[in-house]
């Protein structure tokens, strides 16, 4: 009889939602595209789901497509449901939730504050969930960068801290916009730690295909998930379809398939 623990293979999605705007020179407006992104995440129906951006019209809207999921996550200005959310969605039949936040990108990341943007709070909202098929366990981040190069920095190094504190051993996911592309200083620092790229672990290569686009025209990689150490992930794959020539977001999602390897103590990230 083997002693060897259960594999756990679970699918996330991430995705910058686009904040629920009808303004012109934000163009394709909610109204117009939120049939496009509910058909999209019904049509992946993954375990986790995390959204940037969201604001809590739209998750409520994502709520009723979604009625096997649940969510956690708080909005940036006010940290109960004003502005901007970094929602993550979790399969309530399968996934339950040990603990569960949000910090600020900030010198308070404690309470809402403002990020090297100025004029902009960021956010990471994370939960721990324990697989109910397996027994095995997996903390997600899911965060927006700021736009300021330097406030970059300063953010992963703040993800990186709150992450080693708050993951308790578990394997870890840190999924997001990360406002910056594959050569900048911020996305260095994240793998230096030991995080790696989803999209690289499935291809066998450094990849950084097009994440952020203009009519479905791909423009540049600024969205991401990275995996902890001695996680494997079977499938990646970027989101770029529209539906019935409406694309869901000005970003692409990115979807991924991974295990949960045995529980390794203090195996965060290295």
Known sequence: MSNTAPVATLSLVSWNIQTGSEAPFIGNGWSRRKAALAHALITEAPDIICVQEAM????????????????????????????????????????????????WLSGTPERPSLSGDVIFRRICTWALFLDQ???????????????????????????????????????????????????????????????RNAEDL???????????????????????VFV???????????????????WPSDHFGTYIEFEIPEFLENDCFR
């Open 56 to 103: 809590i019209g739209q998750l409520k809207v994502l709520d009723y497509h979604l009625p096997g999921h649940q969510r956690v996550g708080v909005g940036r200005d006010d940290g109960a449901e004003k502005g901007e959310h970094c929602a993550i969605f979790y399969r309530r039949d399968r996934l339950v939730v040990q603990d569960a936040g949000t910090f």
């Open 133 to 195: 098929e397996t027994g095995q366990a997996c903390s997600i981040f899911n965060t927006h960068f700021p736009l300021n190069p330097f406030a970059q920095t300063a953010a992963a190094e703040l993800v990186l801290k709150k992450m080693a504190a708050i993951c308790h051993g578990s394997k870890t996911i840190l999924a997001g916009d990360f406002n910056a592309v594959p050569s900048s200083p911020s996305w260095k620092l994240l793998q230096r730690s030991g995080l």
């Open 202 to 224: 499935a291809t066998g290569k450094q990849s950084s295909t097009s994440t952020y686009h203009v009519r479905g025209r791909p423009l540049c990689c600024i969205d991401a």
């Open 228 to 246: 902890s150490t001695g996680m494997t992930v079977r499938k990646h794959r970027i989101l770029n379809a529209s539906y019935h020539g409406v």
